[in-house]
């Protein structure tokens, strides 16, 4: 499958995150006192990371400063995307949150950069040419009023599925793209007193020339308008719908929105369609935690094994899908880095069952291992698309998978004619058995011989 490639401007979030029992003596004001500091991608970067929930390739072509915060950012999404990086005039853009008591007391931003209006280089026109769709995430940074970007894209816009996620102070979207997903309060100052939703989103698909216009709506949903049925409003489905009473995040939600909605046209979906899976998608985003769930701590601790099923029933608890792959991992290759990133793309969070030596001892033969299980281990999680590790000993991870209970369990394609004793394990907890393609080439045992010069 040819890869989703995500477009537009990245910033570096920042969550300070504190106790505020006091006030200033010289004004009236909270003391944040902070405890945690937390960090993710933002913009662009954020969708890329969400993209990367729903398909396993995504690209990102974004402009990144050489900065301690461009570095940063790079750090973090170098484990989620590709990263086709562009120069960026100035610093890079800080956005940090003040929080206490899960609420946010102030914003402060940093950072002027603009992406650089120079034409694309070569191998940033062959990653959208071989797109299998385009996400255009615009926060207003410049990129999208690049002259040879906007020709590139008006060129694809005919041949290859985009979805336009537009910013006030961005460019309008290229003609004859397939979907724009603008907020209810972006679509209003473009359309003014336009009326009931689905009539902005009429009217806004003529001002932009689009295929169709998903006018998004927070919990009430999205107002859409294309050519299959006119217009209507697709509301959150009741399963997806947060309950309790405390003020749900939405940060990032539009982002989740337009990477479901782009994902799932990738797969050759309806816009219809792929408005439905957006709305359940950002729904759920939002009921799990919105896009603070997808920080990192500041200072990065890795995970004990032990935690596996700490994180197993978390998961559980907030209707999530855990997925959980397993093997010996010995000498991690890209094709072990291909099937990671596929089966986090079918979940909320992986767990990865790892043969301990005396196991990988029985199934290799003498001189495997070649790296420890606590090497191997710690290599595993320090991948961003592994949420946690768990070792076990027998001949099968079944055991392991009796505590775990994964609604998902995932194995290269190379297991389809393969007996597996775990099949029934997981089918008997209500989950189910997925095979993914795997990388042509890669083995270690074959990357072994050939270092022997066998």
């Not at 010996?328 to 986090?344: E, T, V």
């Not at 505590?403 to 189910?432: C, F, I, N, S, T």
Request: net charge negative.
């Amino acid at each position: 499958m040819k890869p989703l490639v995500v477009v537009g401007d990245t910033f570096l979030d920042v969550d300070a995150e504190g106790t505020a029992d006091r006030l200033c003596p010289d004004a009236p004001v909270p003391v944040v006192d902070v405890t945690r500091q937390w960090l993710r991608p933002g913009g662009a970067g954020l969708a890329a990371v969400l993209a990367a929930r729903s398909t396993s390739d995504v690209v990102l072509v974004t402009a990144l400063g050489d900065d301690p915060a461009g570095r940063t950012l790079a750090e973090l999404l170098g484990c989620e995307a590709t990263v086709a990086a562009l120069p960026l005039e100035g610093g890079t853009v800080s956005k940090t949150r003040v929080r206490a008591a899960g609420q946010s007391l102030l914003r402060m931003d940093s950072g002027d950069g603009i992406a650089s209006a120079a034409p694309l280089p070569s191998r940033v026109k062959r990653t959208l040419r071989g797109a299998g769709a385009i996400l255009v995430a615009d926060y207003g940074r410049g990129l999208t009023r690049n002259p040879s970007l906007r020709a590139l894209l008006t060129e694809l816009a005919g041949e290859v599925p985009i979805v336009w996620d537009p910013h006030p102070r961005g460019a309008a979207p290229v003609p004859g793209v397939r979907l724009v997903t603008p907020n209810s309060s972006e679509a209003e100052t473009i359309v003014p007193e336009a009326g009931e939703p689905v009539e902005l989103a009429r009217k806004l698909r003529g001002h932009w020339s689009s295929e169709a216009v998903a006018v998004t709506l927070g919990h009430q949903g999205a107002a859409l308008h294309d050519d299959g049925s006119g217009g209507r409003v697709i509301p959150v489905p009741e399963t997806a719908r947060v309950t309790g009473k405390a003020t749900p995040d939405t940060c990032g939600a539009g982002d989740r929105f337009a990477a479901a909605a782009a994902a799932t046209l990738l797969d050759g979906a309806t816009a219809d369609e792929a408005v439905r899976a957006a709305v359940e998608a950002a729904a759920r985003f939002v009921a799990a935690g919105g896009a603070g769930a997808l920080s990192v701590e500041d200072v990065r601790v890795p995970m004990p094994a032990g935690d596996a099923f700490a994180l197993a029933a978390q998961v559980r608890a907030s209707g999530g899908q855990l997925v959980a792959t397993g093997g010996c991992f010995d000498l991690l290759h890209p094709g072990h880095i291909s099937l990671l990133r596929q089966a986090r793309a079918l979940g909320d969070a992986l767990v990865v069952c790892l043969n301990s030596d005396r196991s990988v001892s029985r199934l290799k033969g003498p001189g495997r291992p070649l790296l420890a299980a606590e090497d191997r281990a710690r290599l595993l999680s320090e991948l961003c698309c592994v949420d946690a590790v768990a070792v076990f000993d027998e001949p099968s991870p079944a055991a392991m998978l009796e505590r775990l209970r994964p609604q998902v369990w995932v194995k290269g394609g190379d297991y389809a004619d393969v007996a597996m004793p775990e099949r029934e394990v997981v089918a008997r907890h209500g989950g189910e058995v997925v095979l993914v393609p795997t990388l042509p080439g890669y083995s270690t045992t074959r990357l072994v011989a050939a270092a022997a010069g066998q």
